[in-house]
């Protein structure tokens, strides 16, 4: 069997859902931080993965569909199958009914992805990356759980909200930001975002990862920002946008 260069960053992809079913394990066994840590574990085999395809060359539509299956199990299952366990059983129809929203959201929101994706360099997301969200969700356990094991009486009242919330804007078509390219061209073109992500990695760091909860609340806020923002902006300038309209049929017809 020959192994080619696309092998490097499938390696990866494996860890990633590895880490994922470790997750699913501990959170039946009741170690709910341990869960958590393996779900945040997964998101960064995940970034490697993409990041050794980069630097390997070995991006391929084997390599996205393997991705998208590993983040279903890693960022879907894991997350509705943590917050199930450790709260919203409590509830129970309805709490088995909001804790499969990341998982079935999560299931739609990578298939989305997948017939819609033109090349392998994006610049931005449509709707909540499924890591991001999976990555919130396992912060605010680690946030917020206390030495017994259980979430705090504010943080019970809050979950079954946010996992909503996170669940519709991954299905959403907000955008949000990618993480740019790791060179020269990269932190010309996205200096703001290289800028950022530094400060969120120095602050994590510092804290000992107590403030990786509040910097992705912060980026999960920043496309509704956005959004709001520009929807204002066209509402404000109607002319503007039937004239950015009008300038895209033209430029079509004229392709």
Do not use: C
């Given at each position: 069997?020959?192994?080619?260069?696309?092998?490097?960053?499938?390696?990866?992809?494996?860890?990633?859902?590895?880490?994922?079913?470790?997750?699913?394990?501990?959170?039946?066994?009741?170690?709910?931080?341990?869960?958590?840590?393996?779900?945040?574990?997964?998101?960064?085999f995940?970034?490697?993965?993409?990041?050794?395809?980069?630097?390997?060359?070995?991006?391929?539509?084997?390599?996205?569909?393997?991705?998208?299956?590993?983040?279903?199990?890693?960022?879907?299952?894991?997350?509705?199958?943590?917050?199930?366990?450790?709260?919203?059983?409590?509830?129970?129809?309805?709490?088995?009914?909001i804790?499969?929203?990341?998982?079935?959201?999560?299931?739609?929101?990578?298939?989305?992805?997948?017939?819609?994706?033109?090349?392998?360099?994006k610049?931005?997301?449509?709707?909540?990356?499924?890591?991001?969200?999976?990555?919130?969700?396992?912060?605010?356990?680690?946030?917020?759980?206390?030495?017994?094991?259980?979430?705090?009486?504010?943080?019970?009242?809050?979950?079954?909200?946010?996992?909503?919330?996170?669940?519709?804007?991954?299905?959403?078509?907000?955008?949000?930001?990618?993480?740019?390219?790791?060179?020269?061209?990269?932190?010309?073109?996205h200096?703001?975002?290289?800028?950022?992500?530094?400060?969120?990695?120095?602050?994590?760091?510092?804290?000992?990862?107590?403030?990786?909860?509040?910097?992705?609340?912060?980026?999960?806020?920043?496309?509704?920002?956005?959004?709001?923002?520009?929807?204002?902006?066209?509402?404000?300038?109607?002319?503007?946008?039937?004239?950015?309209?009008?300038?895209?049929?033209?430029?079509?017809v004229?392709?």
């Open positions: 069997m020959r192994i080619t260069r696309a092998v490097v960053p499938s390696l990866f992809t494996i860890l990633n859902i590895f880490s994922g079913f470790r997750s699913i394990i501990h959170t039946s066994q009741g170690d709910y931080v341990l869960a958590a840590w393996f779900i945040i574990l997964a998101a960064i995940d970034m490697l993965d993409g990041i050794m395809a980069r630097v390997t060359k070995s991006s391929s539509d084997f390599g996205v569909e393997l991705d998208s299956l590993s983040d279903v199990v890693s960022f879907g299952a894991a997350p509705s199958f943590l917050v199930y366990q450790i709260y919203l059983r409590n509830l129970e129809g309805w709490g088995m009914l804790s499969s929203l990341p998982m079935i959201f999560g299931a739609l929101r990578l298939a989305r992805f997948n017939v819609q994706l033109i090349g392998y360099d610049d931005f997301f449509k709707g909540l990356p499924i890591p991001a969200m999976a990555i919130t969700v396992a912060s605010f356990v680690l946030q917020f759980i206390d030495d017994t094991g259980r979430l705090s009486k504010l943080a019970e009242s809050l979950l079954p909200i946010m996992i909503v919330i996170l669940s519709l804007l991954m299905i959403s078509s907000i955008k949000y930001d990618t993480i740019p390219k790791f060179s020269k061209r990269g932190i010309k073109q200096p703001l975002r290289f800028t950022v992500g530094i400060i969120g990695i120095t602050v994590i760091l510092a804290t000992r990862g107590d403030a990786l909860f509040a910097f992705f609340v912060f980026f999960v806020s920043t496309g509704p920002i956005r959004f709001m923002i520009q929807f204002f902006q066209q509402s404000a300038h109607p002319s503007d946008k039937e004239a950015e309209e009008k300038d895209s049929e033209i430029t079509s004229d392709i």
